[in-house]
């Protein structure tokens, strides 16, 4: 059960309806993912899962941004040493969101940057205000994409333009997400939450059963594919985490400079 009291960096907000909105809730951090936001990524779709109070998840943010990433400044606190509790949180933020069975829908207003993508892009539904910009950035920072977003980009867009944007970060604006098929819907930023939250109360109001059982087999798809993907990815992201290129990054970006890689 999704208890909001023990949610820290998410806030909560569970509906008579059925609708539960999950804001992402650091906007002093644009939204950037630190230890505590992290772990409850790593836990909210199970919980919205097994609650039989939730009938659909919104995700959204606080602030002008949706998530800029992990937070990877020293008060971040995420442990990103090997065998840390950090890898086994990203497997379940991946496999968790696509276990759930309850519709998840997204709703994102400016950038949605690596784990922030990631996270964005998982939801069944994903809504984009115009001021939305999408990317993995984990190669800016000298990593490998490792929290999802090598299986779940070449799903969405094909393997050629996949890696294109992986390997560059490259953005794209909203207009070009949903013409590349990333997300579903373009709405104005002020309509942004209204548009989204109709969708949800509508499904809420839906069979669940019915709105259930169409799904788990499009995501058992997703699933398998994941489970050949993110071991693989994981391993290799976690292998740049320890390399020269990523401590080179770090120190640039906390000298507000562009980084010399290797």
Not at 136 to 146: I, R
Request: glycine letters at 8%.
């Amino acid at each position: 059960m999704i208890r909001p009291e023990t949610y820290q960096a998410i806030e909560i907000d569970k509906r008579a309806s059925g609708v539960t909105v999950a804001t992402l809730n650091r906007p002093h951090r644009l939204n950037a993912v630190d230890a505590t936001m992290h772990s409850e990524l790593a836990r909210i779709a199970r919980e919205a899962h097994l609650d039989s109070e939730v009938r659909v998840l919104v995700l959204t943010s606080a602030g002008r941004a949706f998530s800029a990433g992990g937070d990877v400044s020293p008060d971040g606190g995420l442990d990103t040493s090997p065998g840390s509790v950090l890898w086994k949180e990203v497997r379940l933020i991946v496999d968790d969101f696509l276990g759930c069975e309850k519709p998840i829908i997204s709703a994102v207003r400016g950038h949605a940057l690596g784990l922030g993508a990631t996270v964005a892009l998982l939801a069944d539904v994903v809504y984009a205000g115009r001021s939305a910009v999408f990317a993995d950035t984990h190669v800016k920072m000298g990593l490998g994409a490792g929290d999802g977003g090598q299986f779940l980009w070449p799903l969405l867009i094909g393997p050629n333009r996949a890696k294109y944007y992986l390997m560059t970060g490259d953005p794209v604006t909203a207009d070009d997400a949903q013409r590349l098929g990333l997300v579903n819907f373009v709405v104005d930023d002020d309509d942004l939450l209204d548009a989204t939250l109709a969708l949800a109360e509508r499904l809420a109001r839906g069979s669940q059963q019915a709105i259930a059982a169409s799904k788990v087999g499009v995501n058992a798809q997703l699933r398998a594919i994941a489970n050949l993907v993110m071991p693989v990815a994981v391993a290799a992201e976690s292998a740049t985490m320890q390399g020269a290129d990523y401590a080179e990054a770090a120190r640039a970006f906390a000298e507000k400079r562009d980084p010399r890689f290797s």
